[in-house]
């Protein structure tokens, strides 16, 4: 079945739920007609070894921990840093791929504007993007729930690893909230960190646990770029979650079009307006060549 979605000005768009959808020109003709706000999601940084957290039907592949688990007690605390400090190697050690690339070219080129990202690995900035809005904040810095202290994850790192010499647990996982799983007796002699400006137990990364809110503020900004926008491209979410749907529903109630490139079914399909499902890391370069050429 074809699923029909009309903006103001057209009623071609169609979505194909089932197949691969629009093509590199097809998605090249659309952008190049305004300017466009980005909103991503874990798709796009599958390519670069980070997987997502659901698979091709939209159901979750782990269950991450919350914000009411994290908070609980000091061993939930104990085990998120125990696995946070081996899977964060991994994830640190991710790179950019030729979708996060692509992106940064179609802003140079004046096609895309700025990028909402529900991502927290960096790979936007590290890829070269400009104007990234980091929705569910990032793994890069950590934030004292106690006394608000904020550092950078590389300095909790270093003093995770002198308090833990001989911990020397390795994995093969990798989350994209840079967690893992590990074995009861490898947490259980892991010291997690103190906050060295209150000397509490209540550090945390400076991201959005599952359960938790985006700050007030941060969707505040969100919706100024919604309102001031010509359009949205969403790639690489299936909009499982409220934080970003809200913004994709909003775009749909101002009339203006919705370009989506993501793997799987999303719950703003019946509001796009033009949809593929291809792969991010080979249409999207795809696109910024035939938008730049």
Known sequence: MTVVARTPSTDWAKVVPGGPGADASELARTLRARRWLVLTGAGISTASGIPDYRGPDGTRRVQPMTIQE???????????????????????????????????????????GAVITQNVDGLHQAGGARGVLELHGSLARVVCDHCGLIMERSSVDATMASANPGFHVDSDEIRPDGDIS????????????????????????????????????????????????????VLGSSLAVMSGLRFVRAVARRGRPIVMVTAGPSRADELVTLRSHRQLEVVLPAVAALCTG
């Not at 400090?85 to 979708?99: D, I, K, S």
């Not at 892991?190 to 809110?213: E, S, W, Y």
């Open 70 to 112: 994290f908070r609980s007690s000091p061993a939930a605390r104990q085990r998120y840093w125990a696995r946070s400090y081996v899977g964060w190697r991994r994830l640190h050690a991710a790179r950019p791929n030729e979708a996060h690339r692509a992106v940064a070219t179609l802003q140079r080129a004046g096609v895309l």
């Open 182 to 233: 590990l074995l009861d007796m490898d947490v259980e002699r892991f010291i997690a960190p103190l906050c060295p400006g209150c000397g509490h137990d209540q550090l945390r990364p400076d991201v959005v646990f599952f359960g938790d809110g985006v700050p007030a503020e941060r969707v505040e900004r969100c919706h100024r770029l919604v309102a001031g926008c010509e359009g949205l491209v």
